[in-house]
């Protein structure tokens, strides 16, 4: 009996407690159901904006010189004279005498074929004037009798000899006027030396190399473009002239400092690289070295690598965004009129480091969310910031490498 007291009782507590809870537990109110809050996700948006400016192409060149020239030595002799301004570097004028060659042999030379000259023509008025005395020396004898003298009778023939002497008499004249002048070493522009290979008492032969010049009026830069940039550009026909100059912008680092340069396209070379498969574009750079008077800009060396923004043609009517407002997939996350986020597929025309350019789906005043969203979900409340500053252009003179018409649809969506 006690046994089985000990193996009821605590099996009758255990149900008496559960019984006791259970009875609690009912006659405690439920407690009230409330939904969990939702939190609007915080994100940045900019309006976007139908553009109105221009595309630009981005190339690369290195700056040369328009005119470059070689001086090499006409006659022969020692040199006896040389500039200061014929060294390394050294600017000088159109006409400035670089270097002379010893001109005495030359002027010796000139002085013969005047003597020569002069000679020519006493025998060339000699002849004349004995074939005058033949001619009326035969009208005398022969009267009014109509017979004509021969060619031989008036000394025709010696007339001739004497005038042919006398042309040569003239050209020996001129070529010893060409060769005095060319002891002078001169070219007919303002340029700069860019080395200089003789020196003072060097004897030189006709053909020796003085050293090289160039024109300092004008630089080329040769712009290399892809068949996808010559789609957002209007540059000129091979062999035309353009009815109005494409502008370019230059910008490099001389000296560590950022300097800028304008210049134009005035020519297409009419050859694509098999090679590469570009096409150049050559811009002109006036005044590079900046001597004239009113000039605005820097210094602009020749062998300068520069860095070159060309207008293209108008880019009204598309959208360009921040690289990073675009996703992988091609969407481009909205904040609806309701605060909630809304998806669009759009096409991107082209893309540039800093700038995408899209079509379709996207309208002007729609907000694009800027804030990267990792898991976005359509219709997910959202808490709009201040919208950041649009993409007007405003801070980007000119908008990059993108187009308009309708043959720009196929054109890649990346930057080369």
Not at 116 to 128: C, F, G, N, T, V
Request: hydrophobic share 40%; proline share 6%.
């Amino acid at each position: 009996m006690k046994r089985w007291i000990k193996v009821a009782l605590p099996i009758l507590l255990i149900v008496i407690s559960i019984i006791a809870f259970n009875m609690l537990v009912s006659g405690r109110p439920a407690p009230e159901r409330r939904e969990p809050p939702q939190t609007a996700l915080l994100v940045d948006t900019i309006a976007a904006e139908a553009s109105n400016q221009r595309f630009e192409v981005a190339s690369q060149g290195t700056v040369r010189p328009r005119t470059r020239t070689t001086l090499v030595a006409e006659v022969s002799g020692s040199i006896v004279e040389i500039s200061d301004n014929f060294v390394a570097g050294g600017f000088f004028e159109a006409g400035e005498v670089l270097a002379r060659i010893d001109p005495s042999d030359y002027e010796s030379e000139l002085l013969r074929a005047q003597a020569e000259l002069a000679s020519a023509r006493a025998r060339l008025s000699d002849e004349e004037s004995r074939s005058e005395q033949a001619r009326r020396d035969w009208s005398r004898m022969h009267g009014e009798s109509g017979r004509e003298p021969s060619p031989l009778v008036l000394r025709l023939p010696q007339v001739q000899e004497a005038e042919a002497s006398v042309q040569a008499a003239e050209a020996a004249v001129q070529r010893a006027q060409r060769n005095l002048e060319r002891t002078r070493i001169r070219l007919p522009y303002d340029g700069l030396v860019r080395e200089r290979n003789a020196d003072l008492g060097q004897y030189v032969n006709t053909g020796t190399n003085l050293g090289v010049a160039f024109a300092i009026d004008v630089a080329e830069v040769r712009l290399p473009l892809t068949d996808r940039d010559l789609a957002f550009l209007d540059l000129p026909r091979p062999g035309f002239e353009p009815d109005t100059p494409v502008p370019v912008r230059l910008t490099a680092r001389p000296g560590g400092q950022v300097s800028a340069w304008n210049a134009e396209i005035i020519r297409t070379e009419a050859v694509v690289e098999e090679t590469t498969r570009l096409t150049h574009a050559v811009a002109h750079i006036r005044d590079p070295y900046a001597l004239s008077e009113g000039s605005d800009h820097s210094p602009l060396q020749m062998g300068t690598f520069v860095n070159a923004r060309i207008q293209g043609r108008s880019a009204a009517g598309l959208i360009a965004l921040p690289r990073s407002a675009v996703r992988e997939d091609g969407r481009v996350l909205i904040a609806d009129a309701d605060d909630r986020l809304a998806m669009r597929e759009v096409h991107v025309v082209r893309s540039t480091p800093e700038t995408v350019y899209v079509t379709n789906s996207l309208y002007a005043g729609d907000r694009v969310i800027t804030t990267a969203v990792p898991a976005p979900v359509p219709g997910l409340s959202l808490r709009v910031r201040e919208d950041a500053s649009s993409t007007d252009g405003q801070d980007e003179p000119l908008l990059r490498i993108l187009g308009t018409d309708p043959s720009f649809e196929d054109a890649d969506e990346t930057e080369r």
